[in-house]
């Protein structure tokens, strides 16, 4: 039986967003014949490195991940939907490539799964299947839990928990319909985002902003073709996801998005949560302005249900400018960002995507009474720092996991895929400069925007216990 030996992160250069590649090397030849697996975690850029670093095009990042692949990709992870995680999916010689390379299973978050109807009482059997090993009694059973019609399912989710309580249990077989319409309304919402670039006078900041909410069709309809014939999945916290038979030897542990059922804290934005790195969120990226007041589109009608945060932003033309709707969207879809907590061998490995705060709760608030989750958290050897080092996507309980890190454990290794000066100005920039120092505490920080020519970085631990030592790339 092949055992892991090595495992390999690469980090490519992307400017602003994430690429990674992670390869699990084993003793001897899988049945196939290959000696390894591959997971691509994220494939996109919103904007291009600094000038005098690579040049960051997604077709050149797609060749080296062919070459680092031998051509066969096994799992591709994509952890959200914005741009900068996806867009090489639509830039054309790029794209052909991720084709060519034919994914053996596509993860994504449940809120992007086509078979979640906006108007379902329970989860239908095709979202059921992809979601996950529930036999058709559990999703009817999950159907029935819902309720018999769609009223019915929004006054129990009314009666959720509020911000300070967790429902118990993830729905069975799949989500319930207070997800399924929360899912429909970021949807929804992105489609009048996209519409803010035809409003005259828009600040060019703003419309910058809105493109990068925009639904990146054509990147979402390759992944669509490349999750048929039963490739695609679709995770939410706390889901039995076994990859062994794809990638043997890899423990996977999803820890987010939860579902609006499992805790409706997910569907809220808390600007002044102890968990951030600052007490509080600016009211928007920038002053609108008037003629992009004057001109926001007008939000869908609000159903009912526990997403009445995002409706309630949406609704009014006059109480919120263009830059609210942009800012909040944004924060939306990060907390629909996959947490997957990897284990090969004895090496731990957490990638976040760009999840927030209210993303992270549901797995925060397990800590205290969950000591195994707490010491795998502890015993990380290496973090894909969230959001691009924003100051919103490290939970300070983690860090503080890090800081107490046992004598025994090897060192942490961190890599950031970030570009300074694009995101977010002064108290809101991207990287935020006092997480950076902190991170520096706990761990090695390696950032793509500290690289001078270099088109990725490289990593590889022994597969039995960390930590992770960066090699030398060769050269080009």
């Known amino acids: ?48 490195p600094r000038p005098g670093k690579a040049r960051g095009r997604m077709a050149d990042v797609a060749a080296l991940v062919d070459e680092h692949t031998g051509g066969v990709l096994d799992v591709l992870v994509v952890t959200h939907r914005h741009r900068d995680h ?50 058709a009694a559990a999703g009817a059973a999950a159907t029935r839990t819902a309720g018999a019609g769609s009223t019915a399912a929004s006054r129990a989710a009314d009666r959720a928990p509020a911000a300070g309580g967790v429902s118990p249990a993830a729905p069975a077989g799949g989500v319930s319909a207070a997800s399924a319409r929360y899912a429909a309304l970021l949807a929804r919402a992105q489609e009048h985002v996209a519409r803010l670039s035809d409003v005259a006078g828009l600040d060019d900041d703003i419309r910058a902003a809105a493109e990068d909410q925009l639904k990146n069709a054509e990147a979402v309809a390759l992944l669509e ?76 009608s609000p ?81 894909k720092v969230g959001h691009h080092g924003s100051r919103n996507a490290t939970p300070r309980s983690l860090h503080a996991l890090w800081k107490a890190r046992p004598d025994d454990a090897p060192g942490l290794t961190a890599l950031m895929s970030t570009c300074e000066g694009v995101h977010g100005e002064r108290d809101n920039a991207v990287p935020q400069t006092n997480l950076v120092s902190a991170l520096r505490e706990v761990a090695e920080l390696i950032s793509t925007d500290d690289l001078d020519t270099e088109e990725y970085v490289e990593l590889v631990s022994d597969a039995a216990h960390g930590p992770f030592v960066r090699v030398a790339a060769p050269g080009r």
């Open 225 to 300: 073709e490349l999750s048929e014939d039963g490739r695609g999945r679709y995770l939410h916290a706390g889901m039995d996801l076994d990859l062994a038979e794809v990638v043997p030897g890899l423990e996977t542990l999803v820890l987010g998005p939860p579902t609006v059922d499992q805790d409706p804290r997910v569907a809220k934005q808390r600007e002044n949560d102890p968990e951030y790195w600052l007490t509080a969120l600016d009211a928007s990226l920038r002053a609108a302005g008037s003629a992009a007041e004057a001109g926001a589109p007008t939000p869908p």
């Open 303 to 383: 159903p009912p249900g526990p997403v009445r945060w995002l409706v309630e932003r949406l609704a009014s033309e006059r109480s919120h400018s263009a830059a609210r709707l942009v800012r909040d969207l944004d924060d939306a879809l990060n907390n629909t960002s996959l947490v997957l907590l990897l284990r090969v061998g004895g090496v731990t490995l957490l990638f976040p995507g760009d999840a927030q705060i209210e993303n992270w709760r549901h797995t925060l608030d397990q800590l205290p009474r969950d000591a195994k989750l707490r010491a795998r958290l502890a015993r990380v050897d290496l973090y």
């Open 86 to 135: 996806l867009r090489g999916f639509e830039v054309g010689a790029a794209a052909a490539v991720m084709k060519k390379l034919a994914p053996k299973l596509v993860l994504r978050s449940w809120t992007e799964d086509p078979a979640l109807a906006p108007t379902a009482d329970g989860p239908s059997g095709a979202g059921a299947r992809a979601a996950g090993p529930a036999s």
């Open 1 to 48: 039986m092949s055992t892991p030996v090595r495992v390999r992160v690469r980090m490519y250069q992307v400017g602003f967003g994430d690429c990674f590649l992670l390869s699990v090397e084993y003793d001897e030849p899988l049945p196939d014949g290959r000696a390894e697996r591959h997971l691509l975690i994220d494939f996109g850029s919103s904007h291009p």
